[in-house]
Nanobody, 116 residues
Framework: QVQLVESGGGLVQPGGSLRLSCAVS????????LGWYRQAPGKQREPVAD???????TYADSVKGRFTISRDNVKNMGFLQMNSLKPEDTADYYC??????????WGKGALVTVSS
């Protein structure tokens, strides 16, 4: 079956950096649009970044200029590079795949905590 596993989360100080990875198995990443979402305590899940098969990326206003989404279809992995992290970036981060037919797959999340 299709499985998405996030890794790379942890505790980081404000201004620091983290790189999240999304390992995909059971299907080919090349067939999907890749997205990252996050959910902070007491808030709804929100989109953070998205990248198409053609490599066109979009970002939430709150992370523009600080985060970079990328994909490696050969390794079947997605990434989210997070720089200049702020306390308000603290959340569970989820990897998402969406097919042209609207089929969605989700990872179980990785916790990112930004605190001094």
């Amino acid at each position: 079956q299709v499985q998405l596993v996030e890794s790379g989360g942890g505790l980081v100080q404000p201004g620091g950096s983290l790189r999240l990875s999304c390992a995909v198995s059971g299907t080919s990443l090349s067939s999907y649009r890749l997205g990252w979402y996050r959910q902070a305590p007491g808030k709804q899940r929100e989109p953070v970044a998205d990248i198409t098969n053609g490599g066109s990326a979009t970002y939430a206003d709150s992370v523009k200029g600080r985060f970079t989404i990328s994909r490696d279809n050969v390794k079947n992995m997605g990434f989210l590079q997070m720089n200049s992290l702020k306390p308000e970036d603290t959340a569970d981060y989820y990897c998402n795949l969406k097919s042209l037919g609207g089929r969605d797959y989700w990872g179980k999340g990785a916790l990112v905590t930004v605190s001094s």
